[in-house]
């Protein structure tokens, strides 16, 4: 054995400390029902929605990509979904 010596709780208390995520991840139908402000308002409260798009994509989110994007969130639509994150949260597409 070697003489390693690891403080797993002082770790634990770093990486609580760290990792504060206030939101959660939301899941929706993007259809036109929704009003643009209920989608802003959850992402100021720091969720990520994932939102399942029937219809045109650039029209339904019209109402709020802009306000999102303005202040550093991220739009991303893959695969009939479209993913928006707030600032801070960033959606790794490296692997599409």
Known sequence: MSDFDLDLRTVEEHIDEELEIDGSI??????????AEEWLEAISKGNVLVLNVEGDVNELAA????????SGGNLVHFRGFLLVTPPGVDVNTDRL
């Open 26 to 35: 939301v899941l929706g139908v993007l259809d036109g029902e929704t009003p």
């Open 63 to 70: 109402g709020f990509a802009r306000d999102i994007r303005e």
